[in-house]
């Protein structure tokens, strides 16, 4: 067995230190799946915590790392396969959404990630289960994830589903990987379902929001945001046309949406969609709000506070108040994700299996594991 | 005691079967294979599945969950002498209108609940062909589709959160009535996996607002070629109607002959698409898809008038399993999935398979998502033909594999396809899946032999889990 210094010595694709990401032995940024298999089997060998990192924006959700090993999937970066007339594209993880949705529109087609992504990666959206406003339409983003390839805790390279929009092929492991924040395995490479970006896109200010979601007949999204409502219109001239006036509201041309919430301290507050006006309620004045109507999200920003009395509500009706960014100090004193699921035993056999030796984002998903 | 008298105190003599007669009747699900099936048990209440479950544990008896028994693939038939766990009975309704959403027992009708809710402006939007028949307990076992899920996506989209009873006889709930539930995606995992991870003994679905208004347009094709063209343009040009369906020629002479649906018999090939929304939206829609099937040589283009002939069209998609009948006594139904583009080079290869056998083949598919189900139709009584049907099913998954296809899109893999498995799969993602289902059921309690092929579980890949971790 060599040395722990001379395995880490050894990982391959080296790179200096990321800004944000915290302090490791080693920084990796693997050019190749067969890459990250090397760096996951060295890894479990010796035990190294490994943080997977994308573009460092959803890493504030769940428990804090101290890893030894940071791997970027910023040298997997490679659009695999794109079939537009099939409606799907294969990318490897490391791909910034904000350069697929550009590459996408110009086919006319969209793969409904967030709208404002920042510099997150396909991989990372894939990874943390995060969906853009058009989720009220298009359904979230693990409904649209069409096939998977994992490495695991332990290198193995494991692929699930497949390239084609209809499969019941086996046991769902794309979904199993959405939203497993990196607990399972490295999301390497990713196929995505595709929608056609509709050719018209228009949106409309109302005062009464779950009024025009009604009357709108599906539309893209409805936003509110601080008091002021949102909905957005797609589809042909005449639906955007239809929709707006079966609103009762003037329509201006284009989709403006809400950018992420200022504060450095921020929750994602998760209720069944008919409390969502109460769970509005229950926020603080002092704090600022989005809200996704007909989904059940409201994303709140606001003074790093006492948030426990909006934890219970929130827990009481089915949902969640889920710390998503704050100080090191807020996740030492607060659990970020509140009660952990029921079938706790159950994820955890699940996570022991795909990754033995527990190196990846260790203590990061709900309950510790 | 035995297993009988234990399952007779708890659920009463008449909910369980023991009779030679109905062991046959619950032995066979719509497929072709038939299992063995010792006693049959028909509970109500979740209790009484977590009693079940740890009764026939405690007897090394397997457990094989089934609905309606509509399944194709054999997912529902016990492979090994085994208990059979009816939940027909399990059919109550709960409807939150609030939250557009109802917990449903697994024995509720699909198309029962679409009729409860419709009322109320809603449906459930997966419609399987076999809708008036299949239990969503069934879906969601399949992750099953129909015609409409080329917008609406296949169960698992419509599936909130599930109740379940395990391999220990606990009752867990997996999802639930709020988005993006915590912790990794048990739900996402639990339907479509055939039984084999748990009995499901309630399930919270999303119903679907029933649009304000719809077109159905029925065009016809000289070319299967122009067909799928159109197919292609409609997309291209931006529009995901509710449903594309196609079926060729033969298919429409045998749906003509048993409905008189009213499609060309002349034809092809006939598509069936479907837009949903507002008026105004349906009408631009139905507009682009007419100018798309003109430029594709359509010879036949019609709107249905009302909702009669709507009906009737359907009537006429929905049928074809039903007008096959007439024309052999005997069917073999496929489900495979291939990338849209490929649907023509697919189905020319398809036709030649079945005319190298010497079988009778029918085509109807879910033409928007390349979702085929080509259907040989024969006589089991001739000698021989059952052995070239099986060839010719192999060959054609081969073929749908090859152009980059998959197994199943919505009837799923059961005993059917299980050895097949290996043609999309390798050893590590089969293990991988199968790791999953040892998390779930150790002892593979729940229908044993599905899903995956034997061995699949493999020792010498990866690392043996750290000592003193957790579990």
């Given at each position: 067995?060599t040395?722990?210094?001379?395995?880490?010595?050894?990982?391959?694709?080296?790179?200096?230190?990321?800004?944000?990401?915290?302090?490791?032995?080693?920084?990796?940024?693997?050019?190749?799946?067969?890459?990250?298999?090397?760096?996951?089997?060295?890894?479990?060998?010796?035990?190294?915590?490994?943080?997977?990192?994308?573009?460092?924006?959803?890493?504030?959700?769940?428990?804090?790392?101290?890893?030894?090993?940071?791997?970027?999937?910023?040298?997997?970066d490679?659009?695999?396969?794109?079939?537009?007339?099939d409606?799907?594209?294969?990318?490897?993880?490391?791909?910034?959404?904000?350069?697929?949705?550009?590459?996408?529109?110009?086919?006319?087609?969209?793969?409904?990630?967030?709208?404002?992504?920042?510099?997150?990666?396909?991989?990372?959206?894939?990874?943390?289960g995060?969906?853009?406003?058009?989720?009220?339409?298009?359904?979230?983003?693990?409904?649209?994830?069409?096939?998977?390839?994992?490495?695991?805790?332990?290198?193995?390279?494991?692929?699930?589903?497949?390239?084609?929009?209809?499969?019941?092929?086996?046991?769902?492991?794309?979904?199993?990987?959405?939203?497993?924040?990196?607990?399972?395995?490295?999301?390497?490479?990713?196929?995505?379902?595709?929608?056609?970006?509709?050719?018209?896109?228009?949106?409309?200010?109302?005062?009464?929001?779950?009024?025009?979601?009604?009357a709108?007949?599906?539309?893209?999204?409805?936003?509110?945001?601080?008091?002021?409502?949102?909905?957005f219109?797609?589809?042909t001239?005449?639906?955007?046309?239809?929709?707006?006036?079966?609103?009762?509201?003037?329509?201006?041309?284009?989709?403006?949406?809400?950018?992420?919430?200022?504060?450095?301290?921020?929750?994602?507050?998760?209720?069944?969609?008919?409390?969502?006006?109460?769970?509005?309620?229950?926020?603080?004045?002092?704090y600022?709000?989005?809200?996704?109507?007909?989904?059940?999200?409201?994303?709140?920003?606001?003074?790093d506070?006492?948030?426990?009395?909006?934890?219970?509500?929130a827990?009481?009706?089915?949902?969640?108040?889920?710390?998503?960014?704050?100080?090191?100090?807020?996740?030492?004193?607060?659990?970020?994700?509140?009660?952990?699921?029921a079938?706790?035993?159950?994820?955890?056999?699940?996570?022991?299996?795909?990754?033995?030796?527990?190196i990846?984002?260790?203590?990061?998903?709900?309950?510790?594991? | 005691?035995?297993?009988?008298?234990?399952?007779?105190d708890?659920?009463?003599?008449?909910?369980v079967?023991?009779?030679?007669?109905?062991?046959?009747?619950?032995?066979?699900?719509?497929?072709?294979?038939?299992?063995?099936?010792?006693?049959?048990?028909?509970?109500?209440?979740?209790?009484?599945?977590?009693?079940?479950?740890?009764?026939?544990?405690?007897?090394?008896?397997?457990?094989?969950?089934?609905?309606?028994?509509?399944?194709?693939?054999?997912?529902?038939?016990?492979?090994?002498?085994?208990?059979?766990?009816?939940?027909?009975?399990?059919?109550?309704?709960?409807?939150?209108?609030?939250?557009?959403?109802?917990?449903?027992?697994?024995?509720?009708?699909?198309?029962?609940?679409?009729?409860?809710?419709?009322?109320?402006?809603?449906?459930?939007?997966?419609?399987?062909?076999?809708?008036?028949?299949?239990?969503?307990?069934?879906?969601?076992?399949?992750?099953?589709?129909?015609?409409?899920?080329?917008?609406?996506?296949?169960?698992?989209?419509?599936?909130?959160?599930?109740?379940m009873?395990?391999?220990?006889?606990?009752?867990?709930?997996?999802?639930?009535?709020?988005?993006?539930?915590?912790?990794?995606?048990?739900?996402?995992?639990?339907?479509?996996?055939?039984?084999?991870?748990?009995?499901?003994?309630?399930?919270?679905?999303?119903?679907?607002?029933?649009?304000?208004?719809?077109?159905?347009?029925?065009?016809?094709?000289?070319?299967?070629?122009?067909?799928?063209?159109t197919v292609?343009?409609i997309?291209?040009?931006?529009?995901?109607?509710?449903?594309l369906?196609?079926?060729?020629?033969?298919?429409?002479?045998?749906?003509?002959?048993?409905?008189s649906?009213g499609?060309?018999?002349?034809?092809?090939?006939?598509?069936?698409?479907?837009?949903v929304?507002?008026?105004?939206?349906?009408?631009a829609?139905?507009?682009?898809?007419?100018?798309?099937?003109?430029?594709?040589?359509?010879?036949?283009?019609?709107?249905?008038?009302?909702?009669a002939?709507?009906?009737?069209?359907?009537?006429?998609?929905?049928?074809?399993?039903?007008?096959?009948?007439?024309?052999?006594?005997?069917?073999?139904?496929?489900?495979?999935?291939?990338?849209?583009?490929?649907?023509?080079?697919?189905?020319?290869?398809?036709?030649?398979?079945?005319?190298?056998?010497?079988?009778?083949?029918?085509?109807?598919?879910?033409?928007?998502?390349?979702?085929?189900h080509?259907?040989?139709?024969?006589?089991?009584?001739?000698?021989?033909?059952?052995?070239?049907?099986?060839?010719?099913?192999?060959?054609?998954?081969?073929?749908?594999?090859?152009?980059?296809?998959?197994?199943?899109?919505?009837?799923?893999i059961?005993i059917?396809?299980?050895?097949?498995m290996?043609?999309?799969?390798?050893?590590?993602d089969?293990?991988?899946?199968?790791?999953?289902?040892?998390?779930?059921?150790?002892?593979?309690?729940?229908?044993?032999?599905?899903?995956?092929?034997?061995?699949?579980?493999?020792?010498?890949?990866?690392?043996?889990?750290l000592?003193?971790?957790?579990?």
């Amino acid at each position: 067995m060599t040395s722990v210094r001379s395995a880490l010595d050894g990982l391959p694709g080296q790179v200096a230190p990321i800004a944000g990401a915290p302090e490791a032995d080693a920084t990796v940024a693997p050019a190749s799946i067969e890459d990250v298999e090397t760096i996951l089997d060295t890894a479990s060998e010796h035990h190294l915590r490994t943080l997977v990192w994308g573009g460092g924006t959803h890493q504030g959700y769940g428990g804090r790392l101290d890893p030894v090993v940071v791997l970027s999937t910023a040298g997997l970066d490679r659009i695999v396969d794109f079939q537009p007339e099939d409606l799907t594209v294969t990318v490897e993880a490391g791909v910034r959404v904000a350069d697929l949705e550009k590459h996408l529109a110009e086919h006319g087609l969209t793969a409904a990630l967030p709208e404002k992504p920042g510099e997150a990666t396909v991989g990372g959206v894939v990874a943390a289960g995060i969906s853009g406003w058009r989720r009220a339409r298009y359904g979230p983003t693990r409904e649209r994830l069409l096939e998977v390839i994992l490495v695991t805790g332990d290198g193995r390279r494991v692929r699930g589903g497949g390239r084609v929009v209809k499969n019941v092929t086996g046991f769902d492991i794309p979904r199993l990987a959405t939203g497993s924040f990196g607990s399972l395995g490295v999301i390497a490479q990713v196929c995505l379902k595709l929608w056609p970006l509709p050719s018209a896109q228009g949106t409309v200010t109302v005062a009464d929001g779950d009024r025009a979601l009604a009357a709108a007949y599906r539309p893209q999204a409805v936003v509110e945001c601080d008091g002021s409502t949102k909905v957005f219109l797609g589809g042909t001239p005449e639906e955007v046309e239809g929709q707006a006036a079966a609103i009762g509201s003037p329509v201006t041309e284009g989709w403006d949406w809400p950018g992420e919430l200022d504060g450095d301290v921020r929750w994602s507050l998760r209720v069944p969609p008919s409390k969502l006006r109460t769970a509005i309620n229950e926020v603080r004045a002092d704090y600022a709000y989005q809200a996704a109507l007909g989904v059940g999200e409201v994303v709140i920003s606001g003074p790093d506070g006492d948030v426990d009395a909006l934890r219970k509500w929130a827990e009481s009706v089915g949902g969640a108040l889920v710390l998503i960014a704050g100080p090191p100090e807020l996740y030492a004193r607060i659990d970020p994700w509140g009660t952990p699921p029921a079938a706790l035993s159950l994820q955890k056999r699940i996570v022991q299996r795909f990754d033995p030796v527990r190196i990846l984002n260790p203590g990061r998903l709900p309950g510790g594991i | 005691m035995t297993l009988t008298a234990e399952l007779r105190d708890l659920l009463g003599h008449d909910r369980v079967l023991t009779e030679p007669l109905e062991r046959w009747v619950y032995g066979i699900d719509s497929g072709v294979v038939r299992g063995d099936a010792q006693l049959v048990a028909f509970p109500e209440t979740t209790a009484e599945v977590a009693s079940i479950v740890r009764l026939a544990r405690h007897y090394r008896m397997p457990i094989v969950a089934r609905g309606a028994g509509t399944g194709l693939a054999g997912g529902a038939i016990p492979t090994q002498p085994g208990l059979v766990v009816v939940l027909t009975k399990m059919n109550s309704v709960e409807i939150d209108l609030e939250n557009a959403t109802a917990w449903v027992g697994p024995g509720v009708i699909n198309l029962d609940l679409s009729k409860q809710t419709d009322p109320l402006g809603y449906h459930f939007a997966p419609d399987p062909s076999s809708q008036s028949a299949c239990t969503i307990g069934g879906n969601i076992a399949n992750n099953s589709g129909g015609p409409h899920c080329l917008a609406e996506g296949s169960t698992v989209g419509h599936v909130l959160a599930l109740e379940m009873v395990t391999a220990d006889g606990d009752v867990l709930v997996l999802g639930g009535p709020a988005p993006d539930p915590l912790g990794l995606d048990l739900r996402g995992v639990v339907v479509g996996s055939e039984g084999t991870l748990g009995i499901i003994t309630k399930a919270l679905v999303r119903l679907t607002p029933n649009p304000p208004d719809v077109r159905t347009l029925l065009t016809a094709f000289s070319r299967v070629e122009d067909a799928a063209a159109t197919v292609s343009g409609i997309i291209a040009r931006g529009v995901v109607p509710a449903a594309l369906e196609m079926m060729d020629q033969r298919m429409t002479e045998a749906v003509e002959r048993f409905v008189s649906a009213g499609f060309p018999t002349d034809a092809a090939a006939v598509l069936l698409a479907e837009v949903v929304g507002l008026s105004a939206a349906v009408d631009a829609e139905a507009a682009i898809i007419e100018e798309v099937a003109r430029e594709n040589n359509a010879t036949t283009l019609r709107v249905a008038a009302d909702e009669a002939e709507r009906a009737k069209l359907w009537l006429g998609r929905k049928s074809a399993f039903g007008a096959v009948a007439q024309a052999a006594p005997d069917y073999y139904l496929h489900d495979t999935v291939v990338p849209r583009t490929k649907l023509v080079e697919t189905m020319t290869r398809v036709y030649e398979i079945a005319d190298r056998h010497g079988i009778m083949m029918l085509n109807v598919f879910h033409a928007g998502d390349g979702n085929l189900h080509p259907l040989m139709a024969f006589d089991s009584a001739e000698e021989g033909m059952l052995a070239r049907v099986k060839a010719a099913a192999r060959e054609l998954v081969e073929v749908c594999v090859e152009v980059g296809g998959s197994l199943s899109g919505e009837h799923g893999i059961g005993i059917e396809k299980r050895e097949l498995m290996k043609l999309v799969f390798n050893e590590a993602d089969l293990d991988a899946q199968a790791r999953v289902r040892e998390s779930f059921d150790p002892d593979a309690v729940f229908n044993p032999d599905k899903v995956l092929p034997a061995g699949s579980r493999c020792f010498d890949l990866g690392r043996p889990p750290l000592e003193g971790m957790w579990v």
